[in-house]
T-cell receptor, first 109, second 112 residues
């Protein structure tokens, strides 16, 4: 089955850029997603990218998709303390969405 | 617009007691519904999903069960809770199984 992997933890300083990475194994996805989970809350859809795109930019967020390497990344520019959360990537290659294990982003003031 | 509710928000139960968590969706018909469990800020474990009334698929064998008595209602149950059932339970819905999933606010369950 599909396997989606993320690093567990990322720490950055406020104002720096954050890059959260994700790798997947099945190249048949049509959509790839990024979700954000704040403490004690459900997952919030942050952004998504069509599999025929290489990049998508939405204000401070930039999603990059490298289909050859099966690598997805989320770049957050000018990271703020409010960006501290767990970020999940997901794809729909299987018969339903497959989620990565989540990356905890800690933003230091 | 569509909204998803979970009830209760927080629950503390003794070992061996029964459990019933409810999830309801508004603003859509015939949604696909999902129950996930998340342990202590970790990843998501898919427990059950449902593509229609009375249709439940179990992903992980355990002492939990799910039911879908109405189109937009999904219930997670247990007859006897275990300590290992503690966690954060998330309900989600989607238009189809390969579509975007939208999550509820979650229920924090502590089994003592």
């Amino acid at each position: 089955g599909e396997d989606v992997e993320q690093s567990l933890f990322l720490s950055v300083r406020e104002g720096d850029s954050s890059v959260i990475n994700c790798t997947y194994t099945d190249s048949s996805s049509t959509y790839l997603y990024w979700y954000k989970q704040e403490p004690g809350a459900g997952l919030q859809l942050l952004t998504y990218i069509f599999s025929n795109m290489d990049m998508k930019q939405d204000q401070r967020l930039t999603v990059l998709l490298n289909k050859k390497d099966k690598h997805l990344s989320l770049r957050i520019a000018d990271t703020q303390t409010g960006d501290s959360a767990i970020y999940f990537c997901a794809d729909n290659a299987g018969n339903m969405l497959t989620f990565g294990g989540g990356t905890r982003l800690m933003v230091k003031p | 617009s569509q909204t998803i509710h979970q009830w209760p928000a927080t629950l503390v139960q003794p070992v061996g007691s029964p459990l019933s968590l409810e999830c309801t969706v508004e603003g859509t018909s015939n949604p696909n519904l999902y129950w996930y469990r998340q342990a202590a800020g970790r990843g998501l474990q898919l427990l059950f999903y449902s593509v229609g009334i009375g249709q439940i698929s179990s992903e992980v064998p355990q002492n939990l069960s799910a039911s879908r008595p109405q189109d937009r209602q999904f219930i997670l149950s247990s007859k006897k809770l275990l300590l290992s059932d503690s966690g954060f339970y998330l309900c989600a819905w989607s238009v189809s199984r390969t579509d975007t999933q939208y999550f509820g606010p979650g229920t924090r369950l502590t089994v003592l």
